[in-house]
């Protein structure tokens, strides 16, 4: 069974400093990954999306690819508070017509 | 943007009636999905679908079925909703079938079954 594994948290990290979320993944063939932020009793919104192996800067957000690892990872700098919430990895498995697997998510707090 | 809509925030249903969930995205998207959502049970796929008309049960179908006769809309029947089936519902759609952008959600429905 594909699998996606985050650690479930709380992340706890002070204003102003870097978010460090990961992400591994079980199947080897995946090509597409996604990370969402949800805050609570939201509904999950895409962030960022990676492809390649290697870094992918959006603003604060930078997504970092590990294919040969099968790991990926999401930083976030300069941490707000407004930043607290959960985040979810998603995989597209290798195929056609795979449907994404999300990971359980990262609750993060940013403390003020 | 992409617009996904699920036409109730919150509801409350009582043990054995049938329960309809509305959902509809505007951008001409083929694939379109039901998920469930429980603290510490992440994300469950219920059921999707690629086409109008077309269907497939995900992970955890039992108790559900769906209905796609437009390509706009996909909705999601609860037979005899049960106790167990409180939860936050999100509907989710993308492009076509092999595409590799994210999936958009619904700002989800918190139903509660009493």
């Known amino acids: 069974q594909k699998e996606v594994e985050q650690n479930s948290g709380p992340l706890s990290v002070p204003e102003g400093a870097i978010a460090s979320l990961n992400c591994t993944y079980s199947d080897r063939v995946s090509q597409s990954f996604f990370w969402y932020r949800q805050y609570s009793g939201k509904s999950p919104e895409l962030i960022m999306s990676i492809y390649s192996n290697g870094d992918k800067e959006d603003g604060r957000f930078t997504a970092q690819l590990n294919k040969a690892s099968q790991y990926v990872s999401l930083l976030i700098r300069d941490s707000q508070p407004s930043d607290s919430a959960t985040y979810l990895c998603?995989?597209?498995?290798?195929?056609?017509?795979?449907?994404?697997?999300f990971g359980p998510g990262t609750r993060l707090s940013v403390l003020p | 943007d992409v617009k996904v809509t699920q036409s109730s925030r919150y509801l409350v249903k009582r043990t054995g009636e049938k329960v309809f969930l509305e959902c509809v995205q505007d951008m001409d998207h083929e694939n379109m999905f039901w998920y469930r959502q429980d603290p510490g049970l992440g994300l469950r796929l219920i059921y999707f679908s690629y086409d109008v008309k077309m269907k497939e049960k995900g992970d955890i179908p039992e108790g559900y079925s769906v209905s796609r006769e437009k390509k706009e809309r996909f909705s999601l029947i609860l037979e005899s909703a049960s106790t167990n089936q409180t939860s936050m519902y999100l509907c989710?759609?993308?492009?076509?079938?092999?595409?590799?952008?994210?999936?958009?959600f619904g700002s989800g429905t918190r139903l509660t079954v009493v």
């Open positions: 998603a995989v597209r498995p290798g195929g056609v017509g795979q449907n994404f697997v």
């Open positions: 989710a759609s993308s492009p076509q079938k092999g595409a590799i952008v994210g999936y958009t």
